[in-house]
DNA sequence: TCAGTTGGCCAACACTTGTTGACCAAGCGA
DNA sequence: TCGCTTGGTCAACAAGTGTTGGCCAACTGA
């Protein structure tokens, strides 16, 4: 038959890619080894032979480099639509980080997963831009609140009119708030007379 | 022993009361008819013969009633404030919606139930407060985003700078944002001279 | 040629899960 | 007193899971 017998690393990165598709799709619980074998056309076993156990299957999948732009160079009233722009663009192409998110949600030790990168990637690349240095975090938390929000709705909940929004809607509606709670002097700077950003 | 023969309609809302808690703090695939049935001082067998099956006690246990405020009874510039508090206490005090949250990240049946509550209870209550009627579904969603992103963050993901803050601090930051989404004139308010909310 | 490595399959184990059906006993109305 | 409803337990079934170990066959290099 097509006993073409595949060159190891190959099938491994067939593995890999059927194993980020369901996880993404169905999330940790719901996926099973089976499925992803049979998908892959390959027995259970070499799936274990491979990764070890399904748990070490999820971790070598969910390895996320989001690839975030260095923020210092980007003009800061650009900030908010670069970040919304590159977070619903990678959502769109890769399920990943959706798979990770999704498993994150029943799971401590996948939210873990997320706390690591919200903190060595997110917190990090947003911390130049922010006035105070104190608030960074909390200021990168409520943006991040803000952009995962967006995917919870769009790509889990599957909200009717988040989905209808294509990406400029929704980086003209969301943009202005990251910016804010990025860059804005104060927590409610839309209560006071003063301008927003840049003043 | 303490063969107390309790009262059919009593073990039925301890059950049902068994269940929130741990559908809220696991999941739908992590909670298991034995444990509820365990921690309910109760034989599996009960559960089934209440409910019918894992799916109902589900039904049942995620009847949801956000109990939303009339918003045109409140002065404008207040809805945000009002929302975010509204949604922050309701997340504090009461798992079930967290429950839901949780199985709508792997279960569209789930997911569906969320889409409903969203129509017949958030959107609703939102669309009086819409400048433009045609986009009022949409502007619910995007606040609708906005707060569930912040559930994500704080009850989830359980991201630090999230869970540090208190409920005023959350408030602060992200009742303007629902202002912005549910009563601004464009998408981008922030990035012209023009103020936000009343004019 | 021949031994070792490598990719692969098969069958089974051990366990957990939702679910079912038989049986039991307390209460209650006639 | 008898029979029916009701709250309850027990033991098992059937299915699905991750995981393991044994075996096979193709390739590779000496």
Known sequence: MADTRRSG????ERILAVARE?????GFDRTTIRAIASEAQIDPSMVMRYFGSKEELFTAA???????PDLTEIPRDEVGRTLVTHFVRMWDSDGTLMALLRRAASDPA??????????????????????DPSQAPRRAALAASQLLGIALGRYVLVLPPIVDMDIDEIVAWVAPTIDRYLTAESAQPDQDPGRVGSS
Chains 1, 2 share one sequence.
């Open 110 to 131: 996948a939210a873990e997963q997320m706390r690591s990168i919200f903190a060595a990637q997110v917190a990090r690349a947003v911390a130049p831009v922010s006035p």
């Open 22 to 26: 369901h996880f993404a799709r169905q």
């Open 9 to 12: 690393a190959e099938t491994r």
């Open 62 to 68: 969910a390895a996320i480099d989001l690839a975030l």
